[in-house]
């Protein structure tokens, strides 16, 4: 996969860092389908469309925020202890999340029980404060991270829509489809979640093998 | 809603193995599930880490929790605290284990720093709160999560090790065709329901 990430995208003028950082992220580096990272809170939560986009919104802010922060600490942060450090400061961020949803949405807040929590140990913030806010200034760090959090959200989004389309007949909690749909309550479940992210992954996957191929 | 806190030990125990699987319904441990469960003989090792890493750090959080941060109201720290007492724990396993049986260390020595990031571990101890829990049922918890985990990821590495001779299209190899045999797995799962009457 190297060789696909290393290509600037076309579209971008050359020597602009920050577009082609934000695009790498959304893009070709796109965390759920090259680099199947973080994929817990991708499945457990998306039966829902409005759950995810909580989730999502939390998740975007923890990984820019904690990018940001990790890459104004990195000349302070003694590289042996560097894990934890990153952990903590997710933690902290993550936390913040947490106490506000609890007092502005406390039943998305009670539906999603865990995940918000879990977003400490999705491995995608960690991978983003250990990969590029370590190693670059704030402001390139905070964009690095909107576009990875951005990247996953819209991710999660396609698998939350399908999924509540075909589980419930509904989106965002409103009947679309007719009285003639019978619910595929499958994809409400834990499997239907494993089938469509697989079926999205060949998708997506057999689009850069042809595009290798040309 | 179910009410989980007045449910038996015993039940919670299987329960957690079978019908609560945490990798197959509640998607915890994915990354590893995926990275590590290529061999039979390293899945095996990293599940019976979790196993012992997970039934601690029930044990040790769920005290931390009710006789130290609810008595001082200082349950929004809750998830550091929980972070570093899995850290701390699973250091405190490795230094137990190097000096107790070094043939258990050379074969879970380099899986042991892995668990820490292992969101199932971290997620059983969301869940314990979050279901109120008595102490003992923490513990069977812990225990039965992590003898779930390690069940699905050694389950699935001896399927994976069939399937690298399979041909399959290119686009599904790696982690799609696993996503999609793990899929199958969380459907033969669903068979389990209903065997905790409670649920």
């Known amino acids: 996969m190297a060789d696909v990430s290393a290509r600037p995208a076309a579209a971008v003028k050359p020597g602009s860092k920050a577009a082609r950082t934000f695009l790498d992220g959304v893009g070709r580096n796109n965390p759920v389908f090259v680099q199947i990272l973080g994929i817990c809170s991708t499945l457990a939560i998306t039966n829902t469309v409005a759950n995810t986009v909580v989730m999502c919104l939390g998740l975007v802010w923890a990984t820019a925020m904690s990018n940001f922060s990790v890459s104004i600490l990195r000349k302070w942060i003694p590289a042996r202890v560097r894990m934890i450090v990153e952990t903590l400061i997710i933690a902290v961020w993550v936390i913040v999340v947490d106490i506000a949803l609890r007092a502005y949405l406390p039943d998305v807040s009670r539906q999603l029980g865990p995940y918000v929590g879990l977003i400490i140990t999705n491995c995608i913030v960690m991978g983003r404060t ?3 806010g370590l190693a670059n200034p704030p402001g390139l760090s905070l964009l690095d991270g ?3 959090g951005l990247g ?21 909690g409103i009947r679309i489809l007719g009285t003639w749909w019978t619910n595929w309550s499958i994809f409400v479940m834990a499997p239907g ?10 998708i997506v996957k057999g689009a850069i093998l042809r595009e290798e191929k040309k | 809603m179910t009410d989980w806190s007045s449910i038996g030990p015993l039940a919670v125990f299987i329960g957690a193995i079978f019908t609560n699987n945490i990798l197959l319904t509640n998607f915890l441990g994915m990354c590893s599930f995926l990275a590590i469960s290529r061999e039979v003989k390293s899945s095996v090792g990293l599940g019976a880490a979790v196993v012992f890493v997970m039934g601690m750090t029930n044990a040790l959080n769920w005290p931390i929790h009710y006789y130290i941060l609810v008595p001082l109201n200082l349950t929004y720290l809750g998830y550091i605290v929980y972070i570093v007492v899995i ?3 699973v250091q405190l396993v490795e230094m137990v284990v190097e000096r107790v049986s070094e043939p258990l260390y050379r074969a879970l020595g380099i899986f042991l720093p892995l668990i820490t990031v292992n969101c199932a571990v971290f997620g059983a101890v969301l869940f314990m709160f979050i279901r109120r829990y008595s102490f003992i049922a923490s513990f069977a918890y812990g225990l039965g999560a992590g003898i779930g985990w390690a069940l699905a990821i050694i389950a699935m590495a001896g399927m994976r090790q069939k399937i690298a001779k399979a041909k399959i299209p290119r686009g599904l190899e790696g982690p799609g065709i696993a996503l999609i045999t793990a899929g199958i797995m969380a459907l033969a799962f669903l068979g389990f329901s209903g065997m905790i009457p409670a649920q």
């Open chain 1, 146 to 148: 909107l576009a990875s």
């Open chain 1, 152 to 172: 996953y959200a819209y991710v999660l989004l396609i698998i939350a829509v399908v999924r509540e389309l075909l589980g419930s007949g509904s989106l965002l």
């Open chain 2, 87 to 89: 850290a701390a724990s």
């Open chain 1, 130 to 132: 250990e990969a590029f």
């Open chain 1, 193 to 202: 979640a494993f089938f469509l992210l697989a079926v999205l992954i060949w």
